[in-house]
C-alpha cells in the first residue's frame, strides 16, 4: 500500500496560515450571514403577521357596527384590492363551515384547520399558521381569528413577494462570499507569507550553517516582533556556537602542544637509553623521567575534565558549611615555604572566621591555584597579599594580589581561557589551566572571578562567593 508525501506547498507554514485564514473567514461570514438571514426572515414575518392582525381589527370592526353582509362585501372589496393571487379571505362558523369567501380557484389547495378552530372556542384571541404549496414552492401566512360571536376570520396572505427578496438577498450573498474568500486567501498568502520571511531568512542561515559557514547571521529587521527577537536569539547562539568552536579548535592546538613535549621527552629518554644505557641506573633513571611526565599528563588531563565537568554541572558541589577563614590560613602557611624560598613576603589578612556553604576540596584547589600563580609570577623582593576586604552574611569577598610583572591588555581577556599562557609565562612550568579551573570552581558555587592588572605593577585577583 503506497502513501503519498503532501506536496511542499501543502507542507508549507504559509499554506497553513493562509488555510485557516481563509477558513476562519469564511466560516464567519456564513455566521453573519446566518444570522443576518434570520434576523430579515423575522422581521418580514413580523411585518406580515402585523398587517394581518390589522385588517381582522378592521374585520372586527365593521362586524361590530355594520353586520355580517357589510363584512362579507368588506372582504370581497380587500381580496380585490390585494389581488386575488395574494390574498385571501374566508369567514366561517364555528363547526369550521365556510359561509362566505372571496375568490377561493387560486387557493384551493387551502383547507381548514379544524385544531385552529379548537383553539379558538378554547379562548385563543389569534392562532397563526404557515403553509407550503409544494406546487408552486410559495408560502402562505394565515391567520386564524374570532371577530364576533359565531363568526372566525381565515385570511391568508402569499409570501412570494419577500421569497423574491430572500432569493435575491440569497444570491448576492453567495456571489459576495466567493469574491471576500478569494480576497481572503490573497490577503491571507501575502500576510503569511510577510509573517514567516524571517523564518524563511533563519531557515537559509541554518542551511548556510549545516555547510560550514559559520560567520553567517540572520538579518534583524528592527520591527521588535516575535521574528526580529527570534532572529536575535538565533544570531546570539551561533555566536555562542561560534566561540565554542573556536576555543575547541584553539584548545585543541593547545592540547597538541602540551602532549606533544612530553610525549617527545618520553621517547627521547627511551631511545637514548636504549642506544646508549648499559647499567641498571640507567634504565631506572629513564623509568622515573618517564613516571613524572607521565604524572605531568594525568593530572592535566584530569584538570581539564574537572573544568569540563564543573562548567557543564556535571560535578556539583557538595555544600556543606566551611569556615573560609580557616581554609585561606592552611593555604597561606602550605605556601610560605615557598615564597620564602624564592625570598618573598606572603602576607594574610583575614578575619578570626568567616562562614560559608560550599565544597570544601574545591575552594581549597580555587585558593591555592590563585596563590600559587601570583608567587609564580613574582620576582624575587616582591610581596604577595591575601586579604578579606568584604565579608557579611550574604556575600564573601577574597583578593590575592601580587606585585609581579603584571598583565597586558591583550592578554587580560584569555587569562581565564583553557591553556592560554601569556608570552612572558611560556618559559614557567604550567598548563595555562590553572585560572580556568579556579574560575569554573567559583561559578559552581554561584560567585565569579575578576582580575585587574598593570604591566609592571602587578595583578590583583578578586574573588567573590555568596555565603549560601
Not at 282 to 304: H, K, V, W
Not at 313 to 323: C, H, L, Q, T
Not at 358 to 375: E, F, K, P, T
Request: proline content about 2%; some cysteine.
Amino acid at each position: 500500500m503506497s502513501s503519498k508525501k503532501p506536496s511542499r506547498l501543502q507542507s508549507s507554514l504559509s499554506f497553513r496560515l493562509t488555510l485557516w485564514y481563509a477558513g476562519i473567514f469564511a466560516l464567519s461570514s456564513f455566521i453573519a450571514f446566518l444570522l443576518f438571514y434570520a434576523l430579515i426572515t423575522a422581521v418580514i414575518r413580523e411585518k406580515t403577521d402585523q398587517d394581518l392582525s390589522n385588517q381582522a381589527s378592521q374585520f372586527s370592526s365593521v362586524l361590530r357596527e355594520r353586520g355580517i353582509r357589510a363584512v362579507e362585501n368588506f372582504a370581497l372589496l380587500e381580496a380585490q384590492a390585494a389581488g386575488e393571487k395574494k390574498v385571501f379571505l374566508r369567514l366561517l362558523y364555528p363547526s369550521g363551515e365556510a359561509f362566505s369567501s372571496s375568490n377561493m380557484a387560486y387557493w384551493k389547495d387551502i383547507a381548514i384547520r379544524k385544531s385552529a378552530i379548537a383553539q379558538l372556542l378554547g379562548g385563543s384571541n389569534q392562532v397563526w399558521e404557515t403553509v407550503i404549496l409544494d406546487a408552486r414552492r410559495d408560502q402562505v401566512r394565515i391567520l386564524y381569528a374570532m371577530i364576533g360571536p359565531g363568526v372566525i376570520l381565515q385570511i391568508g396572505q402569499s409570501m412570494e413577494n419577500y421569497a423574491r427578496i430572500i432569493d435575491a438577498f440569497q444570491g448576492l450573498f453567495l456571489t459576495t462570499m466567493a469574491l471576500l474568500v478569494g480576497l481572503a486567501t490573497g490577503v491571507g498568502w501575502f500576510m503569511a507569507r510577510r509573517a514567516v520571511s524571517g523564518v524563511t531568512a533563519i531557515t537559509r542561515t541554518a542551511q548556510g550553517i549545516s555547510a560550514g559557514t559559520l560567520e553567517k547571521r540572520v538579518p534583524v529587521r528592527d520591527r521588535g516582533d516575535e521574528i526580529d527577537q527570534l532572529a536575535m536569539t538565533f544570531n546570539q547562539m551561533l555566536d555562542r556556537i561560534q566561540t565554542l568552536v573556536t576555543e575547541i579548535r584553539q584548545m585543541g592546538d593547545n592540547i597538541a602542544h602540551d602532549l606533544k613535549s612530553p610525549l617527545t621527552r618520553i621517547r627521547g629518554m627511551a631511545e637514548i637509553t636504549l642506544t646508549t644505557g648499559e647499567s641498571l641506573s640507567g634504565y631506572q633513571a629513564m623509568a622515573a623521567s618517564a613516571i613524572e611526565e607521565c604524572d605531568r599528563l594525568l593530572d592535566m588531563i584530569n584538570t581539564m575534565l574537572m573544568i569540563s565537568r564543573t562548567e557543564a554541572g556535571v560535578d556539583r558541589p557538595i555544600r556543606e558549611e566551611i569556615d573560609l577563614a580557616c581554609l585561606i590560613r592552611d593555604a597561606c602557611n602550605l605556601f610560605r615555604t615557598m615564597a620564602e624560598d624564592k625570598g618573598l613576603t606572603l602576607d594574610c589578612d583575614i578575619p578570626e572566621r568567616c562562614s560559608i556553604t560550599g565544597d570544601i576540596r574545591a575552594i581549597q584547589r580555587m585558593l591555592a591555584n590563585l596563590v600559587d600563580n601570583a608567587i609564580k609570577y613574582t620576582a624575587s623582593g616582591g610581596t604577595v597579599r591575601v586579604v578579606m576586604p568584604e565579608w557579611s552574611e550574604n556575600n564573601t569577598v577574597i583578593t590575592v594580589t601580587d606585585t609581579g610583572c603584571g598583565i597586558s591588555e591583550a592578554d587580560l581577556p584569555h587569562i581565564f581561557e583553557r591553556f592560554y599562557r601569556c608570552d612572558q609565562s611560556r618559559s614557567r612550568s604550567g598548563t595555562g589551566l590553572g585560572l580556568s579551573l579556579a574560575r569554573a570552581i567559583a561559578r559552581a558555587h554561584g560567585g565569579d572571578i575578576s582580575v585587574e592588572s598593570r604591566p609592571g605593577h602587578g595583578s590583583a585577583f578578586t574573588v567573590s562567593l555568596p555565603a549560601a
